[in-house]
């Protein structure tokens, strides 16, 4: 248990639906990130928030839709995906600023089946 | 751009054996670095970590190295067990994002 949570763990979805991914921490971290896994690829950096603003956006196509209402929480919102976005979500959280860079911590992340 | 890379995609090793794995970086800004271990169906979990100030941490059978001059960073961990097989990421953590790796696989042999 590393302290991030992220729910559905598995979520089979189709081509049409729209779906959210959630993200909870409660280690008093003041950034909080989604990456994607494929099948034998890096990790992908999507987004990142840090204090509870958007500061990267990697690229990452318009059909996923990231929200922070609040540092504690992360959503990753989903609305007609495409099979090759069927992967491991994965949502981490650190502590962030000028005078000091901890580790991230992540969640066991969301199975995602696109079908 | 910045980018993180591994020289290795799988290493095997013999159970007992010391394993090392190496990373290289490109961003000479990053000021800590990071190893995460992943094993299958988890998330990555954090291993150990190094600030630009040292050139050696040593945690429970583990050490990482950082030689900043040619920007690569290495784990090694002791005496392999089986439970170390996983795959193995380097990370970067310069300013507000972590910048991983291609990752490592690490298979232990009995």
């Known amino acids: 248990e590393t302290g991030v949570t992220q729910t559905p763990r598995h979520l089979v979805m189709g081509m049409t639906n729209k779906k959210s991914l959630k993200c909870e921490q409660h280690?008093?971290?003041?950034?909080m990130y989604w990456y994607k896994q494929s099948a034998k690829k890096p990790l992908e950096l999507m987004f990142v928030?840090?204090?509870?603003?958007?500061?990267e956006n990697n690229s990452v196509p318009s059909r996923f839709s990231p929200e922070c209402p609040n540092s504690s929480h992360l959503f990753l919102h989903l609305h007609t995906l495409q099979p090759e976005d069927s992967a491991l979500y994965l949502c981490a959280s650190s502590s962030v600023g000028s005078w000091m860079n901890t580790e991230a911590f992540f969640g066991q992340g969301t199975r995602l089946t696109v079908v | 751009g910045e980018s993180v890379g591994l020289h290795l995609p799988t290493l095997s090793v013999q159970e007992g054996d010391n394993s090392i794995i190496n990373c290289a970086y490109s961003n000479s800004a990053s000021d800590y670095f990071i190893w995460y271990k992943q094993e299958s169906g988890k998330g990555p979990q954090f291993i150990i970590d190094i600030r630009s100030n040292m050139d050696k941490r040593q945690g429970q059978r583990v050490t990482v190295l950082l030689n900043k001059t040619v920007k690569h960073l290495s784990l090694q961990i002791a005496a392999t067990q089986p439970g170390d097989s996983a795959v193995y990421f380097c990370?970067?953590?310069?300013?507000?994002?972590?910048?991983f790796g291609a990752g490592t696989i690490l298979r232990v042999k009995s």
């Open positions: 280690l008093g971290h003041n950034a």
């Open positions: 928030y840090s204090l509870e603003e958007r500061v």
């Open positions: 990370a970067e953590n310069g300013g507000n994002k972590l910048v």
